[in-house]
């Protein structure tokens, strides 16, 4: 790589290296060693920056996540961290920044369309990451994360405003659905005294989440912010979680009708 093609990567990225080997390398694709008929040790692939980034990644959202979102559970943080780090984020970010036309890649490589491919753009962005973590320090390294995911960090605020999860699930499943979520206690444990309430949230007669608590408000609730966290996920990324939902009874009561006795109609 030239000193302009150097220089671009900077300008685009907002940061001078001091060591411009180090820069470089974070373009280097195992392919493009492997292809080298000679001098191959004098230089090293991305594979080892690649690995240093995603540990500074992580730990960098952690910390803007819970310095951010001072209410939030461990939990919600986990979910919202594991959005910004995923492939389909970081490639995207990496196409923004048109890493791809800067990567070094064997022949073969490059025939198979390597210089587009997702994962090959997300490792290429977390090479990036690593190297400037290492060349210019945790603080340069913070800035640039904040320029670049301005919007993804925006959108994340919106998703996670002051607004209740009830609320939110309302505004959200009206505007997507066109239909108004319905609550139902469908179970009450425990002597009167010290008693919990379990609640199904359902949308269009089908369950998407359950929560539970010493008020039929808090239930409700609870219910609310797990029905948002599954309608929220992309269809072929959502992971569920089978115990949480045997442990409510999810999968037994799903398809059942919101009008039974215990019906909250949407009301606390």
């Known amino acids: 790589m030239n000193v302009d093609v150097?220089?671009?990567v900077e300008g685009m990225i907002h940061v001078s290296f001091r060591d411009k080997a180090l820069l470089q390398r974070a373009f280097v694709h195992r392919s493009y060693l492997n292809e080298l008929a000679e001098n191959?040790?004098?230089?090293?692939?991305?594979?080892r920056l690649e690995f240093l980034g995603d540990a500074v990644?992580?730990?960098i959202f952690s910390e803007l996540l819970y310095q951010n979102f001072p209410d939030m559970?461990?939990?919600g943080l986990t979910n919202l961290r594991a959005a910004l780090?995923?492939?389909?984020?970081?490639?995207?970010i990496a196409r923004k920044l048109h890493l791809g036309e800067f990567l070094l890649l064997g022949h073969g490589e490059e025939e198979s369309g390597g210089r587009t491919r997702q994962a090959t753009l997300c490792a290429t962005f977390e090479a990036l990451v690593g190297a400037v973590f290492l060349d210019q320090g945790i603080d340069v390294c913070r800035d640039m994360l904040l320029r670049l995911f301005a919007g993804e960090l925006a959108e994340l605020r919106e998703r996670t405003d002051t607004k209740d999860p009830k609320s939110r699930l309302q505004e959200w499943a009206q505007a997507t659905l066109n239909h108004?979520?319905?609550y139902r206690v469908v179970k009450s444990i425990g002597p009167d005294h010290d008693k919990r309430f379990i609640t199904l949230v359902q949308i269009n007669g089908e369950a998407y989440?359950?929560?539970d608590g010493r008020s039929k408000q808090e239930a409700t609730q609870k219910a609310a912010a797990m029905a948002l966290y599954r309608l929220q996920q992309p269809a072929d990324e959502y992971v569920p979680n089978p115990e949480l939902e045997a442990a409510f009874g999810l999968a037994s009561l799903e398809g059942t009708s919101s009008h039974e006795p215990g019906d909250l109609s949407g009301q606390d």
């Not at 191959?40 to 594979?47: F, G, H, K, P, Q």
């Open 209 to 211: 989440g359950v929560g």
């Open 57 to 59: 990644l992580s730990y």
């Open 85 to 92: 780090v995923r492939k389909e984020t970081l490639a995207r």
């Open 40 to 47: 191959s040790e004098a230089l090293l692939d991305n594979e």
């Open 73 to 75: 559970q461990e939990g």
């Open 180 to 182: 108004t979520p319905r």
């Open 6 to 8: 150097l220089t671009a």
